[in-house]
C-alpha cells in the first residue's frame, strides 16, 4: 500500500486563488520531504526540500514566496501555492523517505489547472 | 554537473516481446544512487530499484532485469516478455550520496505495449 499519501488528487482553481496541497508519511517519519513538478510530457524537477521546523530549501528559479512550504510535523509537508496562474497549472509530487537506506517514496501526485 | 539521459523518447512493443530501455548517467561523485520508476497514465510514481555506485551486480527481479555498467555509465532496464500492464513511462534517475532524496531525474522513455 501507499506509505506517502498525497492530497488532493486534482484540484481546479480560479487564476489570482491560493491552493494548498497536502503530503503525508503514512507509516514512518520524515525529517525531510521533496516536492517536485511535472509539466505534461516532461520529466520531473525538484522545487524545493521540505525541512521538518525549518525553512524550506528551494532550487534555483522557483520562487519562495509563491510555493510556500510548511513542514510542521513528521510526518506533513504541505505546499501552498499562492495567487495561482495558468502557467502554474502541473503536476505536483511529493517524496520522502525513512531513512537513508531506504528508498524514497512517492506520492501520488496532485494535478492542478488553474483557469 | 550531474546528468541523466534516456535517449529514447517512445518505445512500441508487441506483448511478450523483451525490451531495453537505456539510461546514461553523467556525475563527478564517485558515491552516487541510480534509481528506476515507473510512471503508469493514473501518475504517481513506482519504485523499482535503488542501486549504489560500489554495486555493480546486475540484478533481476522477475520479469525486470537491471544492468549497471559504470566503465559506461549506463544503468539499463530490461523487461522481458512485456505485458500490457507495462505500459507507462519509466524514468531513470540519480542522486548524490549526500542526499538520496535530491533526484536528477532523465527525460522518461514511454513503453507502449501493444497486445
Known amino acids: 500500500g501507499a506509505v506517502v499519501s498525497q492530497h488532493p488528487s486534482r484540484v481546479i482553481c480560479k487564476s489570482g486563488t491560493s491552493v494548498k496541497i497536502e503530503c503525508r508519511s503514512l507509516d514512518f517519519q520524515a525529517t525531510t520531504m521533496f516536492w517536485y513538478r511535472q509539466f505534461p510530457k516532461q520529466s520531473l524537477m525538484l522545487m524545493a526540500t521540505s525541512n521538518e521546523g525549518s525553512k524550506a530549501t528551494y532550487e534555483q528559479g522557483v520562487e519562495k514566496d509563491k510555493f510556500l512550504i510548511n513542514h510542521a510535523s513528521l510526518t506533513l509537508s504541505t505546499l501552498t501555492v499562492t495567487s495561482a496562474h495558468p502557467e502554474d497549472s502541473s503536476f505536483y509530487i511529493c517524496?520522502?523517505?525513512?531513512?537513508?537506506?531506504?528508498?524514497?517514496?512517492f506520492g501520488n501526485g496532485t494535478r492542478l489547472t488553474v483557469t | 554537473a550531474q546528468k541523466v539521459t534516456q535517449a529514447q523518447t517512445e518505445i512500441s512493443v508487441v506483448e511478450k516481446e523483451d525490451v531495453t530501455l537505456d539510461c546514461v548517467y553523467e556525475t563527478r561523485d564517485t558515491t552516487y544512487y541510480l534509481f528506476w520508476y515507473k510512471q503508469p497514465p493514473s501518475g504517481e510514481l513506482v519504485f523499482l530499484i535503488r542501486?549504489?555506485?560500489?554495486?555493480?551486480q546486475n540484478e533481476i527481479s522477475g520479469r525486470y532485469s537491471w544492468n549497471f555498467q559504470k566503465s559506461t555509465s549506463s544503468f539499463n532496464f530490461t523487461i522481458t516478455a512485456s505485458q500490457v500492464v507495462d505500459s507507462a513511462v519509466y524514468f531513470c534517475a540519480l542522486s548524490a550520496s549526500s542526499n538520496t532524496g535530491k533526484l536528477i531525474f532523465g527525460q522518461g522513455t514511454t513503453l507502449q505495449v501493444k497486445p
Open positions: 517524496s520522502a523517505s525513512g531513512g537513508i537506506n531506504s528508498p524514497l517514496h
Open positions: 542501486r549504489n555506485s560500489f554495486d555493480e
